[in-house]
C-alpha cells in the first residue's frame, strides 16, 4: 500500500467521525496557537524595546566615577583623552545630572536638570525648535543660560516660552537661550521633560567641582567595543580601582534586553509547548482507543494481505494527520491572535516563520511520536483474534 | 482414501502433514488439530464438517495462512507455510488465498467497490486496474450496480456476493469459506452456494466448512473432523451413505 493510500484513508478517518477528530485535535490547535502568539508577542515587545533604545544611541558609552581626595578624573584630561584618540570617539560631553526644583513666578516644578558640554546636542543627535545651544564660552564664564525641553515650555511657561525668557533654579535666575524640539509627545520624566546648562554651572549648584559622569560617543557601534577597552585602561590608570569607576553602553543594555526578552520567550514558550505535549498524549489516547475499536478491520485487513507496515503506516498517518491539521489551524489561529493582540497592545507583532515552521513540525512530529504506540500495537495484533472479536 | 479426478502427476494444492495445534489453557492442553494429514489438489471442491469444538476452524486458518501449526509441515503450491513469518503469511493470504466469511466482515466506512479492492490494493496494483478487476469481479457475482453503496445499505446475499467477489478480485489459487451460508436464509444459501459450485464448475479450488448436509451433499468431497482429527474422508455419496449408516 502506497502513502498516498493511507493519507486517502487517515482523510476517510477523520472525515468519517468529524466531531471525535475535531476534539482531538482541539488541544494541538490550542498549544499550537499558544506557542506561536506567544512567541510573536514576545517577538514584537523584544522589537519595540530595542528600538526605543536604539533611539537613545546605540554609540554612546556613559562612564561614571567616583571620584575621591586622592584620585580624580579632571574634565580637561578627559577632553585631551578623547582628543588623543580621535579614530574611535567622536566626541566627549561632561553629564551632571540632578533634581531641581525649577520656577517661573508662581508656576513650579521639579525636573532633571543636566549639565552638559558644548557637543552634547550634536553627538546625541538632538536638535533645537528656538534659538542655540550651550557654547565653550558658556561653559568658561559660567553663564546662567539654559535650553529647556517641550514639557518645561508647556508646564511652566504655560507653552509659550521665548528666547530671553527667564526662570529660576534653586533659586538662581537663568536665562533660556535655546528651545529643543518636542520629542516624546512633551510628557513628564521623557527626553522633553529636561533643562540643560553649562556643566560648570551644574557642579557648582550640586556643591562641588567634580565631574562624575560623562557621555563618549564612539564613531559607530561597531567602536563601541573598542572604545570601552582604552576608556577602561584610561580610568584604570587614574583611579587604580575597578570599583571606583563604571563603564557602561547601550550594546551592553540591548544585550541585557535581548537575553531577558529571550528568556522570556523560552519561558513562555516552554510552558505553551507542555500545552503541546498534552495535546500529544491526547492523540496518543484516542489513537488507542481507536485501535481497540478498530481491531476487527484490522482482523479484515490482516486476513486480506495488509502486512505489519501497512497497518502501521494508517494509524500513523492518521495520527500525523490529525496532529497536522490541527497544527495548521492554530497557527492560522495564532496568526490572527497575534496581529490582534500586537495592534491592541500598540505593538508591531507578528508570528515569526521560524515559530510557523517550529509549530508545524511540533505538530507533525508529535503525530508521528505519539501515534507510533497506538500503531504499533495495531500492527503486531494476531489476525485471528482480531478478527474474532466484534 | 479414494482417487480423485485430476490429481496425476501433479503436485498437491494443499498437502497437510502431520498438523498440530495445541493450545496451553492454565495445566490442561487443548489439542484443536490433533495430528492432521490431508492433501488436496487444484480443482477440488472439499467440504470439511464436523460438530462445533471438533477443530475445523483451525485447521481452516492453518489452510489460510491466518495461523501456524504448533507442530507439523503445511506446504501450500510447494512452499513451506509451517514456519512462515507474519509478513510472508500475508503476502500468501494476499496472493494466494480467497476468504469468504460467515459474517461477511465488509468494512463498514468503505463502500463496496473499495471494500472488492482491498487486496489489489495492499497487492500493491495501480488506482485504474484495481478499479477495473474490482468491477469485473462484482460483475462476476452480479451486483455491480450497488458498487457505490456502502455495506449496510446491502442485504444479507448481498454482502456475502460482495464478499465473494472481493474473495475472487486477487485470482487466488485457493478459496476458503468457513460457514458461509451459515448467516444467511435458505433460498439465498442456496443461491450463493450455486455459484461456488460454479465458480468450482470454472476450475478453483474451494474448501468450505459447514454444519450443514445439504451444503456438504454440494462438494465432491467431504472431511469429516472429530477431536481434532480426520474421521471421515470420502466422497459427498459416500459420507451420505455413511450418515445414513449411522
Ligand atoms: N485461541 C484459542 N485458545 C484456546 N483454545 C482454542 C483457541 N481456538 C480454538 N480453541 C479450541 O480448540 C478447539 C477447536 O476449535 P475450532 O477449531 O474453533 O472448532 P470448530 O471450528 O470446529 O467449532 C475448541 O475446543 C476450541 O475451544
Ligand atoms: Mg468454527
Redesign the pocket.
Known amino acids: 500500500m502506497s502513502i498516498l493510500q493511507a493519507f486517502k484513508l487517515a482523510g476517510k478517518s477523520i472525515v468519517g467521525s468529524k466531531m471525535r477528530s475535531f476534539l482531538t485535535m482541539l488541544g494541538m490547535i490550542i498549544g499550537v496557537a499558544s506557542v506561536i502568539t506567544l512567541i510573536g508577542l514576545m517577538e514584537g515587545v523584544t522589537n519595540y524595546v530595542i528600538s526605543t533604545f536604539s533611539d537613545m544611541g546605540t554609540n554612546m558609552i556613559s562612564v561614571t566615577v567616583t571620584n575621591t581626595d586622592t584620585r580624580k578624573v579632571d574634565v580637561d584630561a578627559v577632553y585631551e583623552f578623547t582628543e588623543e584618540n580621535s579614530d574611535i570617539f567622536l566626541g566627549v560631553t561632561p553629564k551632571v545630572s540632578s533634581r531641581y526644583t525649577v520656577k517661573n513666578g508662581t508656576e513650579s516644578l521639579t525636573t532633571s536638570v543636566t549639565g552638559v558640554g558644548e557637543d552634547y546636542l550634536e553627538l546625541n543627535s538632538l536638535e533645537l525648535s528656538a534659538g542655540r545651544f550651550i557654547q565653550y564660552a558658556d561653559i568658561k564664564n559660567r553663564y546662567n543660560g539654559a535650553v529647556i525641553g517641550s514639557y518645561i515650555v508647556e508646564e511652566l511657561f504655560d507653552g509659550n516660552a521665548a528666547l530671553g525668557d527667564t526662570f529660576k533654579i534653586n533659586g538662581q535666575v537663568y536665562t533660556i537661550i535655546g528651545i529643543q524640539k518636542e520629542e516624546a509627545d512633551s510628557e513628564a520624566n521623557s527626553t522633553d521633560d529636561v533643562v540643560y546648562i553649562p556643566y560648570s554651572n551644574a557642579t557648582r549648584l550640586a556643591g562641588s567641582n567634580d565631574i562624575g559622569s560623562y557621555s563618549f560617543a564612539a564613531i559607530d557601534s561597531e567602536t563601541v567595543e573598542a572604545g570601552e577597552e582604552v576608556l577602561d585602561n584610561y580610568l584604570y590608570g587614574i583611579m587604580k580601582n575597578e570599583d571606583l569607576y563604571t563603564i557602561s553602553s547601550m550594546t551592553q543594555l540591548l544585550e541585557t534586553v535581548n537575553t531577558m526578552t529571550g528568556m522570556l520567550s523560552a519561558i513562555l514558550g516552554g510552558i505553551a509547548g507542555i500545552s503541546l505535549l498534552v495535546a500529544g498524549i491526547g492523540i496518543m489516547n484516542i489513537m488507542l482507543v481507536s485501535v481497540v475499536e478498530r481491531t476487527k478491520e484490522i482482523g479484515i485487513r490482516k486476513s486480506l494481505g495488509a502486512k505489519k507496515r501497512d497497518i502501521m503506516w494508517q494509524f500513523v498517518i492518521e495520527a500525523a494527520a490529525i496532529s497536522t491539521i490541527g497544527g495548521v489551524i492554530g497557527i492560522i489561529i495564532g496568526y490572527i491572535a497575534t496581529r490582534t493582540l500586537g495592534s491592541a497592545f500598540g505593538i508591531e507583532a507578528a508570528p515569526t516563520l521560524n515559530s510557523i515552521l517550529l509549530a508545524f513540525g511540533v505538530s507533525a512530529g508529535i503525530g508521528i511520536g505519539f501515534g507510533y504506540m497506538p500503531a504499533s500495537k495495531a500492527a503486531s495484533l494476531n489476525p485471528?483474534?482480531a478478527l474474532r472479536t466484534e | 482414501m479414494m482417487e480423485l479426478g485430476n490429481e496425476e502427476n501433479n503436485a498437491p494444492l494443499i498437502d497437510l502433514i502431520n498438523i498440530f495445534?495445541i493450545?496451553q489453557?492454565g495445566t490442561t492442553e487443548?489439542?484443536?488439530?490433533d495430528g492432521i494429514s490431508l492433501t488436496i489438489y487444484d480443482g477440488e471442491f472439499v467440504a470439511i464438517v464436523?460438530?462445533?469444538?471438533?477443530?475445523?476452524?483451525?485447521?481452516?486458518?492453518i489452510i489460510g495462512a491466518l495461523d501456524i501449526p504448533t507442530e507439523g509441515k503445511y506446504i501450500l503450491k510447494g512452499q513451506d507455510v509451517s514456519k512462515m513469518k507474519s509478513d510472508q503469511l500475508a503476502t500468501i493470504r494476499n496472493k494466494t488465498i480467497g476468504f469468504i466469511f460467515q459474517q461477511y466482515n465488509l468494512l463498514p466506512r468503505q463502500n463496496l467497490l473499495e471494500n472488492v479492492e482491498l487486496p489489489l490494493l495492499y497487492g500493491g496494483y495501480g488506482a485504474k486496474e484495481r478499479k477495473q478487476l474490482a468491477m469485473e469481479a462484482l460483475a462476476r457475482v452480479g451486483i455491480e450496480d450497488k458498487w457505490k453503496n456502502y455495506p449496510n445499505q446491502l442485504s444479507g446475499g448481498q454482502q456475502q456476493r460482495g464478499s465473494i467477489a472481493r474473495a475472487l478480485v486477487g485470482k487466488p489459487s485457493l478459496i476458503l469459506a468457513?460457514e458461509p451460508t451459515g448467516a444467511l436464509d435458505s433460498k439465498t444459501s442456496r443461491e450463493v452456494l450455486e455459484f461456488l459450485k460454479q465458480l468450482n464448475e470454472e476450475g478453483n479450488t474451494i474448501v468450505l466448512?459447514t454444519h450443514d448436509p445439504t451444503v456438504a451433499a454440494k462438494a465432491n468431497r467431504v472431511v469429516k473432523?472429530h477431536d481434532?482429527k480426520i474421521v471421515f474422508d470420502g466422497t459427498a455419496r459416500e459420507y451420505k451413505e455413511q450418515e445414513a449408516a449411522g
Open positions: 485471528i483474534d | 495445534k493450545y489453557m487443548v489439542r484443536a488439530n464436523g460438530k462445533s469444538g471438533s477443530g475445523k476452524s483451525t485447521i481452516m486458518n468457513d466448512i473432523m481434532g
